[in-house]
């Protein structure tokens, strides 16, 4: 094979294998979406000092796409980070009446965010993301069937080793 040919395969391989890996993420949310019965599901990406965007979605025929948005990122803070990298999990059933920075609930509230379930997705002992789910409809109480299913599916997440070489 010419270095030609061989570049270019090289090249349609890593293609082939990141258009692989994306339609994975791209099913096992919308598959978390669906057993959890909620209006959305993002990965969120964090790239430098706790700031980051949404990566990936699944969303119901009824909410707005928020892939790409940035976020509330001056409402991420360390001491947030820290907790994430513990494994904590963090359910609000109401975000109106959750302890959370006036930031963060105005952020949850432009997005029409009633209730929200935080996983984090850490790798090699980093906190890559935070995988998410929003329900928007109504208040949601979530129940730890939902917590198990949030947290196998981050585990699952983590262990996509080339989503995470961006």
């Known amino acids: 094979m010419n270095p030609v040919n061989r570049d270019l395969s090289s090249v349609l391989s890593r293609i082939t294998n990141k258009l692989q890996q994306d339609q994975i993420v791209s099913d096992a949310l919308h598959r978390l979406r669906e057993q959890l019965d909620v209006d959305r599901v993002v990965l969120y990406y964090f790239y430098k000092q706790w700031k980051g965007q949404v990566t990936f979605e699944s969303i119901?025929?009824?909410?707005?796409?928020?892939?790409?948005?940035?976020?509330?990122?001056?409402?991420?803070?360390?001491?947030?980070?820290?907790?994430?990298?513990?494994?904590?999990?963090?359910?609000?059933?109401?975000?109106?009446?959750?302890?959370?920075?006036?930031?963060?609930?105005?952020?949850?509230?432009?997005?029409?965010?009633?209730?929200?379930?935080?996983?984090?997705?850490?790798?090699?002992?980093?906190?890559?993301g935070l995988l998410v789910a929003h329900h928007c409809q109504d208040l949601r109480f979530w129940e730890a069937s939902d917590i198990d299913s949030i947290r196998e599916y981050s585990h699952y997440l983590a262990s996509a080793p080339s989503i995470f070489d961006s």
């Open 60 to 128: 119901s025929e009824k909410k707005y796409s928020i892939i790409g948005s940035t976020g509330a990122d001056d409402c991420f803070n360390v001491d947030y980070a820290g907790l994430y990298l513990e494994g904590r999990i963090k359910a609000t059933d109401d975000i109106e009446k959750a302890t959370i920075s006036d930031c963060h609930q105005e952020f949850l509230r432009s997005m029409q965010v009633r209730s929200n379930l935080v996983a984090p997705v850490l790798t090699n002992g980093k906190l890559w």
